[in-house]
């Protein structure tokens, strides 16, 4: 017997649009492994080949930075559909790693562009929907690859077949 070898399926890019990350300082107590660095999310835009939409202001990336190369990134956020699904919302939530170089990790701390050959940024999307017309969404394995730049955050979401 042999086993299929899964694909990629790509749904959609996404540009979200941030603002100026808030450094909130090592955390102590239980379960403790870092520095908490929260990066407010102001908007942007989802295009693909099966959903747009916009990113609507008000989410936020919970970033743990566990070292000066590794950082645990966990965004969560609402995009309203457009086209066939216009009215429709979804609710992310990207549980991501990000990790390069430590001198390439500094110069995204401090907002410098760095090519994002260097970075490792893959994600492990979850999505909630408010239509049974995307239920698919929640009943297929999603992953993401993404890119910091000093104002944004671009990213590739895929549906693994």
Request: proline share 6%; net charge neutral.
């Amino acid at each position: 017997m042999t086993l299929a070898t899964p694909t990629l399926e790509h749904l959609a890019d996404l540009i979200v649009q941030v603002a100026a990350p808030i450094e909130a300082g090592n955390i102590i107590g239980l379960n403790s492994r870092g520095r908490r660095r929260v990066i407010p999310i102001t908007g942007g835009v989802l295009s693909g080949p099966r959903l747009q939409g916009r990113v609507l202001p008000g989410g936020a990336d919970f970033q743990l930075v566990v070292s000066e190369t590794a950082a645990d990134l966990d965004a969560r956020y609402i995009i309203a559909l457009d086209g066939e699904f216009a009215g429709e919302h979804l609710f992310v939530q990207n549980h991501a790693l990000r990790r390069g170089a430590a001198a390439d990790i500094a110069k995204l701390v401090r907002g410098e562009p760095v090519d994002p050959a260097v970075i490792y940024f893959r994600g492990v999307p979850t999505l909630e929907v408010s239509s049974p017309r995307l239920q698919w969404l929640t009943e297929s394995v999603l992953i993401s690859t993404g890119a910091r730049f000093p104002d944004r955050v671009e990213m590739s979401f895929f549906r693994v077949a």
